[in-house]
């Protein structure tokens, strides 16, 4: 009775500002009527609301039921406490910690330094602080190269439009005629016809984000409030950011325990009408497996719906691999359905960081990924992409290395990388106390164990001077083979050192953890994932101090 007086009164003020006179004149069987329709429809609001909501029931559940708990005072009392202990370990790893004789600079200098100081600086903090062994193959993807000409010629052709910037076409038309001609190489790469084009962007999650907003766009078009977008548990977090950013809804979808492929049939059950986007990895970053981009496509064709390929990892891999002697199953725009794919040019494209490429199917996508502001006072303001200036040096030096390569060079690497995976990977699939995930089609090889904490592997790998990516749900590990993994030996040491750390694991394979490995552990169990949040946030605050 409540909810309906405040109902009334609600519509009556209303009425009474626009019709005065008619709502003095109102029987009282009218009055309730209108109380009526009013509770209905801020009811019916409500509900559609409540329902339409970027995340689902359960998880808005778990949420305010952890929120509520952490109201408590002695729950919340002793989970601040842990917490603190959890980003107090984080300060204190090693790569945290502050060396004898380390300098913090948190003001600018009185005076400028000469040309000579500042690289004697910079040559200091890089002798004394150190980092992974990275020239010798010991780190998991990151640097994906191993050729100094290479470099060379990248930091030359950088060197020469560092001060270019792809927002005045007009100033610098030579970055512009660069960035036309790496996305139509990509587009041909990818089997684009006629219609296919593309867009420079700045990295693999910068070109998921641009294809979200297209979608998004589209959903937006066909009267969809949320648009939602169905992805395995394997896609990429950039679709998590892109939905968080985009007020979009994902709705992932359970693997294939065997294959780790994204179950197709899950996959169809959570289309529904809202849904704007399919997602396909090729690979995936977890496991190094490629989903099945053709039923996946089938799925988009039957329900009218796009479909992405998330090829930023594999993106300058999997176009050469038959070429290379390694056929893989159809991924690109020769698969009817697929409406746009994402590849990183600064992986196995071996630019430098900080750019991918997306394709559309048609102008009529992309032009949905553009930002145009007409009225603006500094007049009409346009691009293609997030950012409004761009690093010009990037796209020429992407450009120079993709010149530098040609289709010959990224044969013979993907042939020299896949082999050296493929190698790997057999050699651990039967080693006592381990196993591989799925057949693992690119460069990417993850292990786990049904017998110890796979996060002791890890950390006995990182005291050989490894440097792995550690994974979650499942837990597991994994190596990204590179160029320099294919170098004479590495591969061969790594099974080495993989299989010495397992025997030596499995003497005692019910001991616990420690140190980084125990945290990482510990996050994967913790049920209550805005906890998780936070020692996030403390490891980024601690990667961003420069205070001593």
């Not at 470099?151 to 020469?160: A, F, G, H, I, N």
């Not at 492929?261 to 529904?272: E, G, S, T």
Request: with cysteine; proline share 4%; charged share 20%.
């Amino acid at each position: 009775m409540d909810a309906l007086l405040l109902a009334k009164s609600f519509a009556l003020e209303g009425l009474e500002r626009i019709l005065p006179e008619e709502v003095a004149n109102l029987q009282e069987s009218e009055v309730r009527l209108i109380a009526y329709t009013t509770a209905t429809l801020l009811t019916l609001t409500w509900l559609w609301s409540f329902l339409n909501h970027e995340k689902s029931l359960w998880q808005r559940s778990k949420d305010s039921l952890f929120s509520f708990l952490r109201s408590v005072p002695f729950i919340g009392a002793k989970i601040r406490s842990e917490l603190g202990k959890v980003l107090d370990d984080i300060k204190n790893e090693e790569t945290f910690r502050h060396r004898d004789g380390e300098v913090f600079t948190t003001t600018l200098p009185a005076s400028g330094l000469s040309k000579k100081h500042v690289v004697q600086r910079a040559d200091e903090m890089d002798k004394l602080l150190g980092g992974a062994d990275w020239r010798n193959g010991r780190v998991s993807g990151a640097v994906y190269f191993n050729s100094e000409e290479l470099s060379d010629t990248l930091c030359q052709v950088y060197s020469k439009f560092a001060w270019s910037n792809p927002l005045h076409p007009d100033v610098f038309p030579s970055v512009r005629k660069m960035e036309g001609e790496v996305v139509q190489m990509v587009v041909d790469m990818y089997h684009g016809s006629g219609s296919v084009c593309g867009a420079m962007t700045a990295g693999g999650t910068e070109s998921i984000l641009m294809a979200c907003r297209v979608y998004r766009s589209l959903g937006y078009e066909r009267g969809i409030a949320v648009p939602e977008i169905v992805a395995s548990v394997s896609a990429h977090a950039a679709f998590d950011k892109a939905c968080e950013y985009f007020r979009m809804k994902l709705v992932h979808v359970p693997l294939n325990e065997e294959t780790r492929q994204v179950d197709i049939r899950a996959m169809r059950r959570a289309i529904n009408s809202n849904t704007v986007l399919l997602v396909g990895s090729a690979p995936q970053f977890p496991h190094g497996i490629i989903d099945d981009i053709e039923a996946i496509a089938a799925l988009g064709c039957q329900y009218s719906v796009g479909v992405h390929v998330d090829a930023c990892l594999g993106g300058f891999l999997i176009p050469f691999m038959e070429e290379a002697g390694f056929p893989v199953p159809l991924f690109d725009f020769r698969v009817p359905g697929i409406t746009s794919i994402s590849a990183d040019t600064h992986k196995y494209g071996y630019a430098p960081k900080g750019s991918s490429v997306v394709l559309y199917s048609s102008p009529d996508l992309r032009h949905r990924q553009y930002f145009v502001a007409p009225d603006w006072q500094g007049g009409i303001y346009a691009s293609p992409s997030i950012a409004g200036s761009r690093a010009g040096g990037i796209i020429a030096a992407c450009w120079a290395a993709m010149m530098f390569m040609g289709r010959d060079g990224y044969v013979r690497s993907t042939k020299k990388i896949c082999t050296v995976a493929r190698h790997i990977a057999k050699s651990l699939r039967d080693e006592p106390g381990l196993f591989v995930f799925g057949e693992p089609n690119v460069s990417v090889i993850a292990l786990g164990s049904k017998q110890f904490d796979i996060y002791r592997l890890g950390a006995a790998l990182s005291e050989r001077g490894w440097n792995l990516n550690s994974l979650q749900f499942p837990a597991s590990i994994h190596l990204c083979c590179t160029l320099r993994h294919t170098e004479d030996g590495i591969g061969d040491q790594f099974i080495k050192d993989v299989r010495e750390c397992t025997a030596e694991i499995m003497k005692d394979p019910s001991a616990k953890s420690t140190g980084a490995a125990a945290i990482y552990g510990m996050a994967q169990a913790i049920p209550d994932r805005s906890l998780v949040k936070e020692i996030a946030w403390g490891f980024i605050d601690t990667c961003l101090n420069a205070k001593q």
